[in-house]
């Protein structure tokens, strides 16, 4: 009787659903005309607009004395299956829609085609959109975050789906015509490495691959405080290709100025008496100020102000690395040490503050060493690639914006309780540019130096997932719970699932990555609702 109920309520749901959806009052759609004629939708429960978001029953609760049974995985995905948000628009227009969960995409005119016929779509497009930026959404749906067995890095999954609403048939983009989509994301301003990754679902899960070229880059955009400084192209740590001959002039000959305060241990300073010299390496800026980051064979950063004349090099500002001679001298107390250090007490390796006098004279070397020690060091050639690819962006960025009109999105979005989803409120974006429909993900590949295969000993088959709490990446295990090169001393947590007896059992543990098997994985029986609950704790990771 109960599954008769449930039928019958599932269909009179869909009905009103469809008959909402394929039913726009076309008054109200006018008044979310933006000047440039493009249409906006959003997708809320509202009559204004007449977009309905499928909602997913709710089967984790149940009545009093009722058995909760679940005879396999595949049978609790289909009850937790989310929803999409559906759309209905017009083909022939430039259309921007706000989905449930901040998603804004914007769809160019004339952008679908008829996937079997290759012909363009006549009149209105079906419109679905699945949206996963929480940890627990995406283990629900069984997705992970790999790319042919690399780790990756999201920032945010979505899966978008069209069929003409004439006949129903699927469609795709028209070359040349892609959807502009913005992720809202609370880190977005950080989108390093962020681009475009397509997903093609496999028999256990789905494979991430990236799309090349200048157009797959995210780029992150504030709503509240675009700037373009994000784009300048400023000379950064640049330093000229080739060791060049002329030499910047001494500028400022101030005793003063050709001293600084340094510390060295005491094991090194007590072989010395007196004033002592030592090579120390360095660089000296665009400013002329003198840098040294190792002295001796110890890295020890000490600096002298504004001493040298600029360095120009192809009509560009640039560091220049050289070689100096420093003079040490401390006021240490030699015999109390040597003395002290003979009857075992003392620390010979803490830091005394040694006064360093500068010999003005230097010596220009390569860029090598400073490599070794600096993380941004480039060439001036590297440095006008950058520049151009930078404007590049910009232009591109410029035009994704103007796109999805996330100017206004302030005006465009509408909920029913008044503020919408959490993910709304969120000022960062994401912005991306697809050539395709279906999977889609903004990702980086995350790189580490020390990979291992992680086991995870299980006496019979389950599903096992791990989630890294430091970044927000899944990666699902072999049959023998196997995790393929994965970064060493990562800490992560470990979730398995099985069904026995039509009960759901669940493990749920944390640990660190390391080269020895995990070997205290227990199940234990959950409900539906305490399952969904304990995944929910990883968003906060």
Same mark, same amino acid.
């Given at each position: 009787?109960?599954?008769?109920?449930?039928?019958i309520l599932n269909c009179f749901l869909i009905g009103c659903v469809f008959y909402s959806c394929e039913a726009p009052d076309s008054?109200?759609?006018?008044?979310?005309?933006?000047?440039?004629? &493009?249409?906006?939708?959003?997708?809320?429960?509202?009559?204004?607009?007449?977009?309905?978001?499928?909602?997913?029953?709710?089967?984790?609760?149940?009545?009093?004395?009722? &058995?909760?049974?679940?005879?396999?995985?595949? !049978?609790?995905?289909?009850?937790?299956?989310?929803?999409?948000?559906?759309?209905?628009?017009?083909?022939?227009?430039?259309? $921007?829609?706000?989905?449930?969960?901040?998603?804004?995409l914007f769809i160019p005119a004339n952008a679908f085609l008829n996937a079997i016929t290759q012909s363009p779509v006549v009149g209105?497009?079906?419109?679905?959109?699945? !949206?996963?930026?929480?940890?627990?959404?995406?283990?629900?749906?069984?997705?992970?975050?790999?790319?042919?067995?690399?780790?990756?890095?999201?920032?945010?999954?979505?899966?978008?789906?069209?069929?003409? +609403?004439?006949?129903?048939?699927?469609?795709?983009?028209?070359?040349?015509?892609?959807?502009?989509?913005?992720?809202?994301?609370?880190?977005?301003?950080?989108?390093?490495?962020?681009?475009?990754?397509?997903? $093609?679902?496999?028999?256990?899960?789905?494979?991430?691959?990236?799309?090349?070229?200048?157009?797959?880059?995210?780029? &992150?955009?504030?709503?509240?405080?675009?700037?373009?400084?994000?784009?300048?192209?400023?000379?950064?740590?640049?330093?000229?290709?080739?060791?060049?001959?002329?030499?910047?002039?001494?500028?400022?000959?101030?005793?003063?100025?050709?001293?600084? !305060?340094?510390?060295?241990?005491?094991?090194?300073?007590?072989?010395?008496?007196?004033?002592?010299?030592?090579?120390?390496?360095?660089?000296?800026?665009?400013?002329?100020?003198?840098?040294?980051?190792?002295?001796?064979?110890?890295?020890?950063?000490?600096?002298?102000?504004?001493?040298?004349?600029?360095? =120009?090099?192809?009509?560009?500002?640039?560091?220049?690395?050289?070689?100096?001679?420093?003079?040490?001298?401390?006021?240490?107390?030699?015999?109390?040490?040597?003395?002290?250090? +003979?009857?075992?007490?003392? +620390?010979?390796?803490?830091? *005394?503050?040694? =006064?360093? =006098?500068?010999?003005?004279?230097?010596?220009?070397?390569?860029?090598?060493?400073?490599?070794?020690?600096?993380?941004?060091?480039?060439?001036?050639?590297?440095?006008?690639?950058?520049?151009?690819?930078? *404007?590049?962006?910009?232009?591109?960025?410029?035009?994704?914006?103007?796109?999805? +009109?996330?100017?206004?999105?302030?005006?465009?979005?509408?909920?029913?309780?008044?503020?919408?989803?959490?993910?709304?409120?969120?000022?960062?974006?994401?912005?991306?540019?697809?050539?395709?429909?279906?999977?889609?993900n903004c990702d980086r590949f995350y790189n580490y130096p020390a990979k291992v295969d992680y086991l995870v000993k299980l006496k019979?088959?389950?599903?096992?997932?791990?989630?890294?709490?430091?970044?927000?990446?899944?990666?699902?295990?072999?049959?023998?719970?196997?995790?393929?090169?994965?970064?060493?001393?990562?800490?992560?947590?470990?979730?398995?699932?099985?069904? !026995?007896?039509?009960?759901?059992?669940?493990?749920?543990?944390?640990?660190?990555?390391?080269?020895?098997?995990?070997?205290?994985?227990?199940?234990?029986? $959950?409900? *539906?609702?305490?399952?969904?609950?304990?995944?929910?704790?990883?968003?906060?990771?």
């Amino acid at each position: 009787m109960r599954s008769k109920l449930f039928v019958i309520l599932n269909c009179f749901l869909i009905g009103c659903v469809f008959y909402s959806c394929e039913a726009p009052d076309s008054s109200d759609v006018k008044s979310l005309s933006l000047k440039d004629s &493009a249409k906006t939708i959003s997708d809320t429960p509202s009559v204004e607009n007449n977009n309905t978001t499928f909602e997913s029953v709710k089967t984790d609760s149940l009545p009093d004395g009722a &058995a909760e049974k679940i005879g396999s995985l595949s !049978e609790l995905n289909r009850r937790l299956n989310k929803k999409a948000s559906h759309f209905v628009i017009t083909n022939s227009r430039d259309t $921007v829609i706000k989905c449930k969960e901040g998603t804004s995409l914007f769809i160019p005119a004339n952008a679908f085609l008829n996937a079997i016929t290759q012909s363009p779509v006549v009149g209105e497009v079906k419109i679905s959109v699945k !949206e996963f930026y929480k940890i627990s959404d995406m283990l629900i749906a069984g997705l992970t975050t790999t790319s042919d067995n690399q780790l990756l890095e999201t920032g945010g999954m979505i899966n978008i789906e069209a069929v003409a +609403k004439e006949n129903n048939d699927s469609c795709i983009l028209k070359p040349g015509k892609n959807i502009v989509i913005g992720m809202p994301n609370s880190d977005a301003t950080n989108a390093d490495g962020m681009q475009l990754f397509n997903g $093609v679902h496999g028999d256990t899960h789905i494979n991430w691959t990236p799309q090349t070229g200048l157009s797959s880059l995210a780029q &992150a955009w504030r709503r509240s405080d675009f700037s373009w400084n994000q784009f300048r192209s400023d000379p950064g740590f640049v330093f000229p290709e080739d060791v060049i001959k002329a030499k910047p002039q001494v500028i400022n000959v101030d005793p003063e100025n050709l001293r600084a !305060e340094i510390k060295m241990s005491i094991r090194d300073l007590i072989q010395h008496t007196g004033v002592f010299t030592r090579k120390a390496n360095g660089y000296i800026d665009t400013l002329g100020n003198l840098h040294c980051y190792r002295v001796g064979n110890i890295p020890r950063p000490v600096s002298f102000t504004e001493i040298y004349s600029p360095t =120009t090099f192809q009509d560009l500002k640039v560091n220049l690395a050289v070689d100096v001679n420093l003079n040490l001298k401390s006021d240490l107390n030699h015999d109390y040490y040597q003395k002290l250090f +003979k009857m075992g007490k003392g +620390k010979p390796d803490s830091l *005394v503050v040694v =006064t360093a =006098t500068l010999n003005p004279s230097f010596k220009i070397t390569g860029i090598e060493k400073v490599k070794k020690n600096y993380k941004y060091v480039e060439t001036v050639k590297e440095y006008q690639k950058r520049q151009k690819r930078m *404007v590049s962006l910009a232009r591109e960025y410029e035009k994704r914006i103007k796109q999805l +009109k996330l100017d206004s999105e302030e005006k465009l979005t509408r909920s029913a309780n008044g503020g919408g989803a959490n993910l709304q409120s969120a000022q960062d974006y994401f912005v991306l540019s697809t050539p395709k429909l279906g999977w889609i993900n903004c990702d980086r590949f995350y790189n580490y130096p020390a990979k291992v295969d992680y086991l995870v000993k299980l006496k019979e088959r389950a599903s096992l997932l791990i989630v890294f709490n430091s970044m927000k990446s899944i990666m699902r295990g072999d049959l023998n719970g196997v995790f393929g090169n994965v970064p060493l001393n990562e800490k992560i947590t470990i979730v398995g699932l099985k069904t !026995e007896n039509g009960k759901l059992l669940m493990a749920f543990h944390e640990t660190t990555i390391t080269n020895q098997p995990f070997d205290r994985l227990t199940f234990q029986p $959950v409900t *539906v609702k305490e399952y969904k609950s304990r995944l929910e704790r990883l968003n906060g990771l």
